[in-house]
């Protein structure tokens, strides 16, 4: 398996899921294992925190997903959708501690 870094600062600003959903994920990653890919840049994990985190945990089998490793054709899309994904949060967040004047 590729070395994969996990970067604390990174992973701090993405979402967490709550533990519903998180509890279903871990199910489903029980049942069918890792199939949605984990996106990887330098060794670095973009994208894949949550199901990587309980890959570990678990430590049942084989990590299954393929590792994408961001090129410099595969970089804006993955990064774009990261990014947007990074954007509704803080934007969420923003929403719930607006003080009504």
């Not at 870094?5 to 992973?11: L, S, Y």
């Amino acid at each position: 398996m590729q070395k994969i870094i996990i970067d604390e600062e990174f992973r701090m600003l993405l979402p967490k899921l709550d533990g519903l959903t998180f509890e279903s994920l871990e199910k489903n990653i029980l049942e069918h294992g890792v199939r949605d890919p984990l996106v990887v840049w330098n060794d670095i994990l973009i994208d894949g925190y949550n199901r990587y985190t309980i890959f570990v945990s678990l430590m049942t089998g084989n990590l299954n997903a393929v590792l994408k490793s961001l090129t410099s054709e595969s970089s804006i899309p993955m990064l774009k959708t990261s990014l947007r994904t990074l954007i509704d949060s803080l934007e969420e967040l923003f929403e719930s501690i607006k003080i009504d004047r």
